[in-house]
């Protein structure tokens, strides 16, 4: 089925505020999940609706936080995101890095105790909608979903990272990807009978790559909501050895080095630790030259010959921005059972959901 996303905005910003966030929280909250719904990033959009509820409730996560400064050395700052909504502590955090960029050059934040900050790719973009270069190293604790290469028990989470760089036609180069080889929502899809997985995307007990969900769900009915903890294997690392590298880094730069915690056993709640360094693009030369150049050079990247004939190369960012263009016309995809639990959530609340199509 497919929802038109004004409405679903309007519908899912109504469900916070009944749950207890500020009208401008919620809006946030809405434009954010459905942002990332639009963008094709399914497993971090409005699906995610029932579980930040769920949260909220159980005061895992907190309603209109501010972000705290822990520590400000002028060009490293330490902030603590309180455990508020990523949506509100986010954006924050992320504001502050890029004014803090624009005044010294560079800024690198340590953001900890942030609630799910959703879509990285989002703050990247917000950085390079202010003409700035960013980095994002992002970890997960309380979520132990990865084997590290060469392991078969979990001992990592699907830690993204997202790079941004501004481009003068205002449509920026995004790269933004967890470093697991699917996210955990995807599994969940292919446990409900969706999409199947790739055959390497989880690692069993014995050490061999498989693409079974019950590896990471264990054999409960998929029509109960499955538990992770219930399964015996692991998602695995992107890339071998370098993903997996990648996603220590990730916890060692977003859960040490910010005081936020690595992932481990024994978290009451899953929060993100994110560092992030902000460069101001105009302190490396003219606007004008790096410009030039960076078209100069996409172009030339997206000239190599398709693999596939009439799939020509893409640029990181490009695949987010053609599903946006297309699902704000036809509407945000959702599955049915996805689309019921947000519906259930919301009678919950007292909420009547729009009707959606098909
Ligand atoms: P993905 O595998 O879809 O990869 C996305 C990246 O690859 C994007 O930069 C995209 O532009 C690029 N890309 C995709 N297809 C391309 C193509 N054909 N050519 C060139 N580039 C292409 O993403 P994912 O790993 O499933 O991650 C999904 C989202 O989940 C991300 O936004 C990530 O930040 C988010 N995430 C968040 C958390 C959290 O705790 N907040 C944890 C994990 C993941």
């Known amino acids: 089925m497919r929802i038109n996303a004004p409405e679903l905005t309007d519908f899912v910003e109504q469900m916070f505020v009944a749950a207890g966030s500020s009208a401008a929280e919620s809006r946030r909250i809405a434009e954010n999940l459905v942002d990332a719904s639009l963008r094709g990033h399914d497993s971090h959009g409005i699906i995610r609706v029932p579980r930040y509820i769920s949260w909220l409730r159980d005061a895992k996560l907190l309603a209109d936080q501010e972000i705290s400064v822990v520590n400000d050395t002028g060009s490293i700052v330490v902030l603590d995101g309180n455990f508020g909504f990523g949506q509100t502590v986010g954006p924050q955090a992320v504001q502050f890095g890029i004014d803090r960029a624009a005044e010294t050059g560079v800024c690198v934040t340590g953001l900890r105790h942030a609630g799910h900050l959703g879509r990285i790719g989002a703050w990247a973009e917000m950085a390079a909608g202010a003409g700035q270069v960013s980095l994002h190293f992002v970890n997960v604790a309380g979520s132990v979903l990865v084997a590290p290469f060469g392991g078969v028990e979990r001992r990592m989470s699907t830690n993204p990272v997202a790079i941004g760089m501004p481009s003068p036609d205002g449509n920026p180069v995004i790269l933004d990807f967890a470093t697991s080889v699917v996210a955990e929502g995807k599994v969940l899809v292919a446990a409900k009978g969706g999409k199947p997985l790739p055959d390497d995307a989880l690692i069993g007990p014995d050490g061999r790559p498989s693409g079974d969900p019950r590896l990471l769900y264990g054999d409960n009915d998929p029509a109960v909501t499955p538990d992770r903890k219930d399964g015996e294997g692991a998602l695995r690392a992107v890339g071998d050895h370098k993903g997996s590298g990648l996603a220590l880094m990730c916890e060692l730069l977003a859960g ?45 990247f997206k000239s190599a010959r398709p693999a596939t004939a009439g799939q020509n190369v893409l640029v990181p960012g490009e695949p987010e921005r053609n599903n946006r263009a297309e699902r704000l016309e036809a509407g945000v995809p959702l599955p049915d059972d996805a689309w019921d639990a947000i519906v259930d959530t919301a009678a919950g609340l007292g909420i009547q959901a729009p009707e959606a199509d098909g």
Do not use: K, V
């Open 256 to 300: 040490a080095l910010t005081g936020s915690g690595c992932t481990g056993p024994g978290y009451s709640r899953i929060y993100n630790g994110m560092l992030s360094i902000y460069m101001a693009a105009d302190r490396f030369g003219s606007d004008d030259a790096i410009s030039s150049e960076l078209s100069r050079y996409i172009s030339y």
